[in-house]
T-cell receptor, first 112, second 115 residues
Framework: GESVGLHLPTLSVQEGDNSIINCAYS??????FIWYKQESGKGPQFIID?????DKRQGQRVTVLLNKTVKHLSLQIAATQPGDSAVYFC???????????FGAGTTVTVRA | GAGVSQTPSNKVTEKGKYVELRCDPI?????LYWYRQSLGQGPEFLIY????????DSGLPNDRFFAVRPEGSVSTLKIQRTERGDSAVYLC?????????????FGSGTRLTVV
């Protein structure tokens, strides 16, 4: 069967390597998902989003994968850089709602 | 302004005191949201304004919390008789309109510490 990544509260990655951050969402009715990056002392910053009618979306150095069957979301960061060190949150929303529901964050630390 | 501005950035207050936290949304954004972020956790919804009215205040923890947006732009979150458990980062976000078709922009937050 298909493996599903576990959510880890922390992730340490070597500079230049790829990072994978996992998130399990709770509401099967959610149809819009967002990844946010939060640096110390700042608010969440939008990275990438995906709607439930897609299973993959790519941005600049980032890819989001959505597995609705197991309610799992992942964020892949290519060639991780020191500036990528932050806490990453996934958030879910239904299309007729406005309240973001955030998952547990993952603290990413990039080693030089 | 270019982004969502929140003041003060830090606030230390004594237990039992009253505090006001201010949010200046992006100009023209009709939807404004307050979230609370406790240490090590994701933000949690408090209240949503559409224009001047509080369309949804279901996230406010109790009646010590109140928010206003009298002219449909700046919003103030008010906390009465503060308790140590109110210590958190209070985040404000705005969007052109409510819903997933419009991006949410967050401010840097106000870190409230109740001693």
């Amino acid at each position: 069967g298909e493996s599903v990544g576990l959510h880890l509260p922390t992730l340490s990655v070597q500079e230049g390597d790829n990072s994978i951050i996992n998130c399990a969402y709770s509401n099967s009715a959610s149809d819009y998902f967002i990844w946010y990056k939060q640096e110390s002392g700042k608010g969440p910053q939008f990275i990438i989003d995906i709607r439930s009618n897609m299973d993959k979306r790519q941005g600049q150095r980032v890819t989001v994968l959505l597995n609705k069957t197991v309610k799992h979301l992942s964020l892949q960061i290519a060639a991780t850089q020191p500036g990528d060190s932050a806490v990453y949150f996934c958030a879910e929303l239904t299309s007729n709602d406005y309240k973001l529901s955030f998952g547990a964050g993952t603290t990413v630390t990039v080693r030089a | 302004g270019a982004g969502v501005s929140q003041t003060p950035s830090n606030k230390v207050t004594e237990k039992g005191k009253y505090v006001e936290l201010r949010c200046d949304p992006i100009s023209g954004h009709t939807a404004l949201y307050w979230y609370r972020q406790s240490l090590g956790q994701g933000p949690e919804f408090l209240i949503y304004f559409q224009g001047t009215g509080a369309a949804d205040d279901s996230g406010l923890p109790n009646d010590r919390f109140f928010a206003v947006r009298p002219e449909g732009s700046v919003s103030t979150l008010k906390i009465q008789r503060t308790e140590r458990g109110d210590s958190a980062v209070y985040l404000c976000a705005s969007s052109l309109m409510a819903g997933p078709n419009y991006g949410y922009t967050f401010g840097s937050g106000t870190r409230l510490t109740v001693v």
